[in-house]
């Protein structure tokens, strides 16, 4: 049963402190997404990419937010530094091909609470 | 831009009622529309979608989504309700000329079935 991994689930940190959010996409899936979940917000994405490259990251507060795809199988999101108000879940989605049709799979969120 | 709107934030029904969550989205091209469930502490799973044919989709677990083009509509429904079915409900469009596979999610409706 593929499915997308995210680690931590969990990670509080004080403001200040770099945050990285790791991301293994389902084998195959060409296509990563990232969003991010708050009470005030809903569910906003941030960046996504295709074929490892950084398509649209216009959602992402470029001072301290940086994305990237070292490689096929892991996709990170990192915040540095860190600021109370990133506290959220922070989810990553993969999908196959480009197509507005292919459905997208999400992980299980990792939790991010900035003290 | 487009947008999602999703009218009822929380919604509490008793087992075996019927439901109706209303999504409406602004955007003036095709578009493919979604509806995802996120149950407590998980991450979001796909109901159902539409892309193009029958405007009444039937997904998992006994919901159907009408799409009405004429008042940019996509409700979720579900004729009788259970426990398990509490959770958080998000509707979401992409646009098909964008051939990107970006979602834009509505805010969500939070849905409390008492048993």
């Known amino acids: 049963d593929a499915r997308v991994t995210q680690t931590p689930r969990d990670k509080v940190t004080e403001m200040g402190q770099e945050v990285t959010m790791r991301c293994q996409p389902i084998l195959g899936h060409n296509t990563v997404f990232w969003y991010r979940q708050t009470m005030m917000q809903g569910l906003e994405l941030l960046a996504y990419?295709?074929?490892?490259?950084?398509?649209?990251d216009s959602g992402m507060p470029k001072d301290r937010f940086s994305a990237e795809m070292p490689d096929a199988t892991l996709a990170t999101l990192k915040i540095q530094p860190s600021e109370p108000r990133d506290s959220a879940v922070y989810f990553c989605?993969?999908?196959?091909?480009?197509?507005?049709?292919?459905?997208?799979?999400f992980g299980p969120g990792t939790r991010l609470t900035v003290l | 831009a487009q947008s999602v709107s999703q009218h009822n934030h929380h919604v509490i029904l008793s087992e075996a009622a019927s439901l109706e969550l209303g999504c409406n989205y602004s955007?003036?091209?095709?578009?493919?529309l979604f509806w995802y469930v996120q149950y407590p502490g998980q991450h979001l799973q796909l109901l159902l979608k539409?892309?193009?044919?029958?405007?009444l989709v039937k997904g998992i677990k006994g919901f159907e989504a009408e799409f009405i083009k004429s008042k940019f509509s996509f409700n979720l429904r579900k004729p009788s309700v259970q426990w398990s079915d509490t959770a958080e409900y998000f509707c979401a469009v992409n646009s098909y000329s964008s051939n990107t596979g970006k979602l834009i999610f509505g805010q969500g409706t939070t849905l409390q079935v008492k048993p």
């Open positions: 539409y892309f193009s044919g029958d405007p």
């Open positions: 955007y003036g091209g095709t578009v493919n």
């Open positions: 989605a993969s999908g196959l091909g480009s197509s507005s049709y292919n459905e997208q799979f």
């Open positions: 990419f295709r074929n490892r490259a950084p398509l649209d």
